[in-house]
């Protein structure tokens, strides 16, 4: 036992060899080696240290806390007020405990669909965060809220500003899902990881949230995340070990969280890739910039060092970017940014980052309704891009195979001459995440020859794929009520029609590049122009293919009369509006394909 006394640490000490198997036996011999002399004036730390356990059991009633004279008391002795921490802690374990029981929420129920590889695809969450378009690779946060400022932004869509994120330069996303003092949930995770479909280099997603079960692991990987926070303060080193592996075992790369030097020692030991230094303190909530700073030096340069908490501008940053910090996670201050993208450039000094957002690039031609391998022949040397052939029985301008077969002849071995388009590769590389529509709208043009488009209306998926493999076909474009989900199951990129008030037009990750025309497509019906723009002021990202009622002579003016939606329209389609008497016309076709080029300039 220990005798206190007002000067001298320790006056006597009995302590027998089984004591270190008491509650407290391992944190009183670190108590005893910590000490840096006799007296408590040579060991203000142990007088000013505070000590709360919080572990998965979460903190019993007779759990002890060392208090300022070295004395120990319990905590209910005390009446210790629980750190914001505990609370949430505490409040986790319960409504975790209660959704575990919920029919299709049990952990058996995860499980099971995990087991059918129905979990989104995930990318590795240290790799992207190596490649990044700024000095510091930044991981965006989706908060509403917190404990520390109450609300921040709490009518924000998760989905969104997810997008908002990746356009910014994120290579992380990292989205709260704790419902109460932060106001997110599990599916704000999922709504992120879909907003993100088809988006090339897309961010990585990590779910943000006070784990200390494999359940909430599991359940954030089915909702499509590619990383899970751990945070080493409120878990114990058994449990904080069998959560990593667990995740590491789902193909995910944990974040370690830190605090302290003796919590990265324990992150370290793990073998944790990726350490999270917060520069918050957890159990007070108060916020030290140079927490961060001080524990690198504890890391291999192999290890990824994080910096979370407290940032909100550029000089919160400068230190790191030389002390060897490979990221930095900004919430509050993106959150309550107007523009996310110019903020993150004035945090990490970004400044040739953004010179392609707006690239113009030419628009595409494409002269549909096909029938012979001369008027192929006349528009690839004109300059058009796509050739289309219609393969649907019945439709007036259907041609049979062995035409087909001819015009496929004809596609692949005559040149395209007139244009020459922007290199499609922006001195960003493989770091920026760009727009789906803004990628696949550049599947549809090669600088030697057109492409050929076989256009099917309500076909069996069978023909459409036999027909490809005979012809040969560059690009399918769908025109019926085809199920969106073809466009996946089609081994070439897909073109589909859309009506102004269909469904689904902005879909990402199925077809590559929607065509906005009339029911039946050839009529010459023209699409009003107001209802176009409506249709595309709501998605920025929306790319699409024109058509219904263009020629030679209006098309100029149709696509000038969209004003600043002019830009999401990256092709022009045509069939009856380069006809004379039925037939098509070679002289049309020249006119139309001059004066669509014309319009953005060649």
């Known amino acids: 036992m220990g005798v206190r006394h007002k000067e001298l640490v320790v006056e006597g000490v009995q302590f027998h060899p089984e004591s270190i198997l008491t509650a407290e036996g391992r944190a009183m011999f670190k108590n005893f080696l910590t000490m840096q002399g006799g007296t408590w ?8 240290e505070r000590a709360t356990c919080v572990n998965v059991n979460g903190i019993g009633k007779d759990s002890k806390i060392l208090v300022a004279n070295g004395a120990s008391k319990t905590a209910s002795n005390e009446q210790k007020k629980p750190s914001i921490l505990d609370e949430i802690f505490a409040h986790r374990r319960t409504a975790v405990e209660a959704q575990k029981q919920i029919p299709s929420q049990r952990l058996s129920d995860l499980q099971a669909s995990y087991n059918l590889n129905i979990a989104p695809p995930q990318i590795s969450f240290p790799e992207r965060l190596r490649k990044s378009r700024y000095s510091l690779s930044l991981m965006a946060e989706i908060k509403r809220a917190s404990p520390s400022k109450g609300n921040i932004a709490p009518h924000i869509c998760a989905a969104e500003q997810a997008r908002k994120y990746a356009l910014a330069g994120a290579s ?6 704790e419902p109460k003092w932060f106001k997110g949930s599990v599916e704000d995770l999922r709504a992120v990881r879909q907003s993100l479909d088809g988006m090339p280099n897309r961010p990585a ?9 494999e359940y ?12 899970v926070l751990l945070i080493v303060k409120m878990l114990d080193e058994a449990t904080l070990k069998r959560l990593y592996f667990f995740s590491k075992s789902l193909g995910m790369e944990p974040l370690v969280e830190v605090n302290t030097a003796d919590e990265i020692e324990i992150a370290v030991q793990l073998g944790a890739q ?17 927490t961060t700073s001080r524990l690198m030096h504890k890391v291999s340069k192999e290890t990824l060092v994080c910096a979370l908490s407290g940032i909100a501008g550029a000089n919160d940053v400068k230190s790191y970017q030389s002390q060897g910090v490979g990221a930095v996670l900004v919430g509050e201050a993106l959150m309550r940014a107007e523009r996310p993208d110019e903020f993150a450039n004035r945090l990490l000094g970004s400044s040739q980052l953004t010179e392609h957002v707006h690239e113009r690039q030419n628009i595409l031609v494409k002269i549909c309704g096909t029938r012979t391998p001369e008027a192929a022949k006349v528009a690839a040397e004109a300059g058009a891009d796509m050739i289309g052939i219609i393969l649907v029985e019945g439709r007036k301008r259907c041609v049979s195979t062995e035409t087909a077969l001819a015009i496929a002849e004809a596609v692949r071995t005559t040149s395209k001459s007139g244009t020459k388009r922007s ?6 590389g493989s770091v920026k995440s760009s727009q789906y529509f803004e990628h696949t709208s550049k599947f549809f043009c090669r600088e030697d020859r057109a492409l050929l488009v076989g256009v099917f209306q309500n076909q069996p998926l069978s023909y459409i794929i036999g027909q490809v493999k005979l012809l040969n076909l560059d690009v399918v474009q769908l025109h019926g009520s085809e199920p969106i989900e073809w466009a996946t199951l089609i081994p070439v990129p897909v073109i589909r029609r859309f009506g102004l008030d269909d469904e689904g037009i902005g879909r990402r990750g199925y077809h590559a590049l929607p065509l906005l025309d009339s029911a039946s497509g050839g009529t ?26 263009l020629d030679p002579d209006n098309v100029k003016g149709v696509l000038t009369n969209l004003s600043k939606c002019f830009s999401q329209v990256v092709a022009v389609d045509v069939s009856s509006g380069v006809e004379e008497n039925g037939s098509q016309s070679l002289e049309r076709i020249q006119e139309f394909v001059k004066a669509a080029k014309d319009t953005r300039g060649r």
């Not at 992380?172 to 899902?177: E, G, P, R």
């Not at 692991?217 to 590619?226: M, Q, S």
């Not at 290199?423 to 960003?428: Q, Y």
């Not at 010459?524 to 009622?549: F, N, T």
């Open 41 to 48: 004036k040579e060991n203000k730390n142990l007088q000013a």
């Open 172 to 177: 992380v996303i990292s989205v709260l899902t």
């Open 205 to 213: 997603v990590l779910r943000k949230e006070f784990v200390f079960d």
């Open 216 to 227: 909430q692991i599991l359940e954030g990987r089915l909702a499509g995340c590619d990383s």
């Open 274 to 290: 990726v350490i999270g230094v917060n520069n918050r303190d957890l159990t007070t909530f108060k916020v030290d910039l140079e």
């Open 423 to 428: 290199p499609v590769l922006n001195s960003e």
């Open 524 to 549: 010459g019906q023209r699409l009003d122009a107001s209802a176009i723009k409506s249709v595309l002021r709501l998605d920025e990202g929306l790319r699409v293919a024109l058509a219904g009622g």
